[in-house]
């Protein structure tokens, strides 16, 4: 990858010490000249470079590598503003902290933009990335630069190829017949998880068709069971561990046959969670696919099953999930009946597009008194409705979901839903009808694409010898620049006659190298192993390095990649350590997560594609990247989404006047302290600088950014407070809390913070230990104790914050305010939480 450790934006300096620009005390402050003296002094001197042999504790803290479409936006700013305080607020702690950068340079747009221009996807993709690198050194975002990977880069093209064989020869990757969603606008396959509900394609908006085709896939279902039990262990936020739940889709249950009538050679499989409504069986369903769908269809319902089959061709899954659209139009009669097993009695056999082939066995058995779908679609054809659990007596709706009393369900009958689930799995077992079974939502993993630009599949298809991995030695396969791009949804791979015909490694015969692309979240499911040991020419990273560093501490990135990238990397990184690739630290790759709020204009998130981006880069130019970064994180809490508005601007130059004033106040231009000391104004000054310190802390600790800079904005008004007065604190306690409150700002606001230290002491501020509070100066003199009587406050009394239960009582007590609502008799019960509350509760008088 070449000498890449000092992007090309940021020219080294000739020395360690500028002093232009704004760094002369008396002058105003220009972030211009400031912000790229200090962004070429962290690249030059490689201020956040760090290698395994450091001997400080780790930490590994990492923003999702992102796609190259252009400079940064404000979604990219927001993202790396917070990973970049992270960076220098562990640092400044103590850590050794690895903070890598790259490029997930593989993916549609590039293709797309040759198609339309004639501008070949490698030359698009390189220019990309080098205006979004400018945009994220001038926003002083750190990284170690000497680690840069490149998706597209020949090297990791390489290593991924390697590990795709090594997945071959374990058996975990395997080609296959199958439907797939094919994207017409992208012209490619799609996984299930890049279509969305309403079964459009998450890039291009177009509806999604199903195809079938030969497609490759990952054996993820393989480890669908520790991919649920290991998201017990994770710091992430609950709402991403609960769609990978939902996502891998667990559920535990019985599988068991149906007699179908007048075929006895044939059984309809069913599988259900709720053996206990069988009795409420009243008709059964099979996906469009099944394989038993053409004995089942009669004759004369055969013309209504093919026109529902021509109907459900070009429905992908999602859309055949859908709660919305006719039921009468999705589903049809076959002619055929089935006994239900608890019963005797037969039943009708439906085909409708809602079941899926792809999850347990691709049949049903319809219980419309407890399922709400499978109500409506009764209601719809005049099927019968059975209740097997007993609603409340102001139940009103159709379908009851809930628990409660087994009616109408023979043996089962007075028992709870759970005892006549035991009981209905074990009466099947004992028939030797049934089989307790676990299914899973989770589908193979697809990775084959119908494009070019992407990671070459490292097989050939030999006449004689099958389907042959490529030889190591001959790693990697480069995709060749001369081809040609049509719209025609085949890979141009495929009509490159030289790309195309090859010799069979094994055989030496002629055959046919592979023409389909890898998808692009196998490259981004490894990436942060790589940074680890980015230059390692013999393997594809080195597993000292990365026990030395993994896993991940902490991960930044957005929410919608919960079932993409953060599931296909968790199951990649199982992979490499059980085939001996990767150290036991690496098995889940990240420790902590957290996943940022977008940024909305009129309602949508700002994105290229919608037109509607806000460059970062005016702001740069202008009020500069310290201002916008202050406004990033102290909008909104980092999680919720932000709304820009016509009002922005305004904030963030009220931000670039707070830098200005801070700047003043850390070059002494707002007036210096006493020469002597002033007991009660240096007592109440440093007082409230340990307790910021404190509290500064503890919100970066947990996130908390918006307050952390809110309690800056108050430290520096503290500051403020009676300078050059008569009544001004003295220079020592002013000093204290002015490098306090540059110390805190370093890791948010870094230029400024650092110009100002080198001004005030000649060093570099983030090379300074982070401030540590002095509990005693912290903690306050007063707190005040809320009296209350039955819950309402009757009086606020001002006490020592030590004070304890009995004392605390015993003032509250002696309150003649409190005394008023209380009555003569003594109190039915007292309530004490010192230092802040007392609550006596009485009986009315």
Not at 610 to 630: E, H, M, T
Not at 748 to 762: C, D, F, K, S
Request: aromatic share 10%; net charge negative; hydrophobic share 40%.
């Amino acid at each position: 990858m070449g000498d890449q450790h000092v992007p090309e934006s940021v020219p080294p300096l000739s020395g360690p010490r500028e002093t232009d620009g704004a760094s002369e005390a008396g002058l105003a402050y220009d972030p211009q000249a400031v912000e790229q003296k200090w962004q070429r002094l962290w690249a030059s001197e490689g201020t956040y470079q760090v290698d395994a042999s450091d001997p400080r504790p780790k930490a590994y803290v990492l923003c999702m590598y992102p796609y190259p479409s252009g400079a940064a936006h404000q979604g990219h700013v927001r993202n790396y503003t917070f990973g970049d305080l992270n960076v220098r607020y562990r640092t400044m702690q103590g850590c050794a902290v690895l903070s890598p950068f790259g490029f997930d340079s593989f993916g549609l747009p590039a293709e797309n933009a040759a198609i339309k221009t004639g501008i070949h996807p490698r030359e698009f993709t390189d220019a990309r990335i080098e205006e979004l690198k400018q945009s994220v050194v001038a926003l002083g975002a750190v990284y170690d630069w000497r680690r840069e990977v490149r998706s597209h880069d020949p090297s990791y093209i390489r290593w991924g190829q390697w590990i795709f064989v090594r997945m071959l020869e374990a058996g975990l990757a395997y080609q296959a017949e199958a439907p797939v969603n094919w994207c017409p606008g992208c012209q490619t396959v799609l996984a299930n998880e890049q279509v969305l509900a309403d079964g459009t394609c998450e890039r291009s908006g177009d509806q999604v068709v199903r195809r079938e085709l030969r497609q490759w896939f990952l054996r993820i279902t393989e480890y669908a069971d520790e991919l649920l039990e290991g998201l017990h262990q994770l710091q992430w936020p609950d709402r991403v561990k609960t769609m990978q739940r939902n996502w891998i889709g667990r559920s535990e249950g019985v599988q068991f046959a149906l007699e179908v009538v007048d075929h006895p050679d044939i059984e309809l499989t069913v599988f259900t969670t709720r053996p206990d409504t069988g009795f409420g069986v009243t008709y059964a369903v099979v996906a469009p696919e099944h394989p038993l769908l053409s004995a089942l269809t009669t004759t004369e319902h055969r013309r209504q099953v093919d026109e529902l089959l021509q109907q459900v061709a070009h429905l992908s899954d999602i859309e055949r999930q859908s709660t919305e659209g006719s039921l009468d139009k999705r589903g049809t009669f076959t002619g055929s009946y089935v006994l239900n097993p608890f019963n005797g009695q037969p039943v009708p056999v439906y085909v409708a597009d809602y079941v899926l082939m792809g999850y347990g066995t691709g049949a049903i058995m319809a219980v419309p008194a407890e399922d709400q779908r499978d109500w409506d679609f009764a209601a719809l054809k005049g099927l019968d409705v059975v209740r097997t659990t007993q609603p409340p007596e102001d139940w009103e709706g159709q379908a009851f979901t809930g628990t409660g009393v087994k009616v109408n369900s023979g043996f089962m009958d007075g028992m709870s839903v759970e005892q006549a689930k035991v009981a209905a799995l074990e009466w099947l077992e004992s028939k030797g009808i049934g089989v307790r079974k676990v299914n899973y939502r989770l589908r193979d993993w697809l990775v084959s694409r119908q494009r070019y630009w992407g990671c070459p599949i490292p097989v050939v298809h030999c006449p004689s010898c099958g389907t042959v991995p490529v030889p190591d030695d001959q790693l990697p396969v480069l995709a060749p620049d001369d081809v040609e791009f049509l719209p025609t949804g085949e890979s141009p791979l495929a009509r490159h006659d030289t790309f195309r015909d090859t010799t069979c490694p094994a055989c030496g015969g002629a055959a046919r190298r592979e023409t389909d692309t890898l998808d692009t979240f196998f490259d981004s499911s490894w990436y942060f192993l790589r940074f680890c040991d980015p230059q390692d020419d013999r393997r594809p990273f080195d597993p000292a390095l990365t026990q030395r560093w993994m896993p991940v501490d902490q991960y930044i990135g957005g929410i919608e990649h919960a079932v993409l990238h953060l599931l296909y990397a968790r199951f990649f990184t199982r992979v490499l350590v059980d085939l001996g690739l990767a150290p036991v630290e690496a098995r889940e790759p990240f420790a902590r997560l957290f996943t940022q709020g977008m940024i909305r204009m009129d309602g949508s998130k700002m994105s290229k594609s919608k037109g509607n981006l806000v460059a970062p880069s005016r702001y740069f130019d202008s009020v500069g990247a310290d201002a916008l970064r202050l406004f990033h994180l102290a909008v909104a809490p980092p999680a919720e989404d932000v709304d820009w508005t016509d009002q922005t601007d305004e904030v963030i130059a009220g931000w670039s006047r707070w830098i200005s004033r801070v700047w003043r106040l850390a070059t002494g231009q707002a007036g210096s302290g006493g020469t002597k000391p002033n007991e009660a104004e240096d007592r109440r000054l440093r007082h409230f600088t340990h307790r910021t310190i404190q509290k500064v802390t503890s919100d970066l600790d947990r996130w908390s950014y918006n307050t952390a800079v809110s309690a800056l904005r108050e430290l520096a008004n503290a500051c403020y407070h009676n300078l050059g007065t008569p009544d001004a604190p003295s220079a020592v306690a002013l000093d204290e809390a002015v490098d306090a409150l540059v110390l805190l700002l370093a890791p948010m606001a870094p230029h400024v913070a650092a110009e100002a230290w080198q001004v005030r002491h000649g060093d570099h501020v983030h090379a300074r230990p982070w401030p540590v509070a002095d509990a005693q100066l912290a903690r306050d003199e007063t707190v005040t104790l809320v009296v209350q009587v039955n819950g309402k406050v009757r009086d606020r009394i001002e006490v020592d914050p030590t004070i304890g239960q009995a004392e605390a009582e015993l003032l509250a007590m002696g309150s003649e305010r409190a005394r008023a609502h209380m009555g003569t008799e003594p109190p039915v019960k007292v309530v004490v939480k010192p230092p802040r509350l007392v609550n006596f509760v009485v009986r009315p008088h």
